[in-house]
């Protein structure tokens, strides 16, 4: 357990309405990401961050924006959903040292109907 | 950018045998290659990872071997139980200029028959 809670756990939604998904971390890392897992993709990163207010994209980034504004919240907006988000939404975070290591939220699952 | 393929998509062994997952990359840069384990409706979990530095390591049924210059690496696990049934996802990282992003598999469903 990495200390990292996601909210909402499940969501439906409508196409054209604004989502936002919320990563929270109790433990001050610097690096955060969010993923998308969809059958036969694995997991595809869409944006991180590498600390307040620095954030860059992912091979998937387009229809999401993110924001950080402070060390434990990392948010996720698809501004206008459509259809093709839905997923499965991973927040994960990378903790300090120099290593690469990962460790993953419990997930959001996004319906757009 | 990396590219990482994973095979097969889909392993079935009885149990008490052995199973191999194996993964190419395709980015000479990179150096860590993490292998993950997701069960139904949870999150990956990180169950053994590999360096560049190094071309084998073992925690318990668990192993990973790395091969740089074909740039291929595998998972084993041996003397399977039902409770590894799960999906595996390998991955790659190291050349990012400093972002630590991860490219994964598209993932193996290992299924254990009792």
């Known amino acids: ?32 990401y969010w ?20 954030t860059d994209k992912g091979e998937v ?11 434990e919240d990392f948010l996720l907006t698809l501004e206008s959903a459509t259809s093709s988000q839905t997923s499965v939404y991973f927040c994960a975070i990378k903790r300090g040292g120099g290593t690469d290591t990962q460790y993953f939220g419990p997930g959001t699952r996004l319906t757009v109907l | 950018g990396e590219n990482v393929e994973q095979h097969p998509s889909t392993l079935s062994v009885q149990e008490g045998d052995s199973a191999v997952i194996k993964c190419t990359y395709s980015d000479s840069a990179s150096n860590y290659f ?26 318990q049924r668990i192993a990973v071997t790395l091969n740089k210059t074909a ?21 790659a990282s190291g050349s990012g200029a400093g972002s630590y992003q991860l490219t994964f598999g598209k993932g193996t469903k290992l299924s254990v028959i009792p």
């Open chain 1, 1 to 32: 357990d990495a200390g990292i809670t996601q909210s909402p756990r499940h969501k439906v939604t409508e196409t054209g309405t604004p989502v936002t998904l919320r990563c929270h971390q109790t433990e001050n890392h610097r690096y955060m």
């Open chain 2, 34 to 59: 993490p292998w993950y384990k997701q069960e139904l409706g949870k999150g990956p979990q990180l169950i053994i990872d590999i360096r560049s530095n190094v071309g084998e390591k073992k925690d």
């Open chain 1, 35 to 54: 993923y998308r897992q969809d059958p036969g993709h694995g997991l595809r990163l869409i944006h991180y961050s590498y600390g307040v207010k620095d």
């Open chain 1, 61 to 71: 980034s387009d229809g999401y924006s993110v924001s950080r504004s402070k060390t």
């Open chain 2, 71 to 91: 740039k291929h690496f595998s998972l084993h696990i041996t003397e399977t139980q039902p409770e590894d049934s799960a999906v595996y996802f390998c991955a």
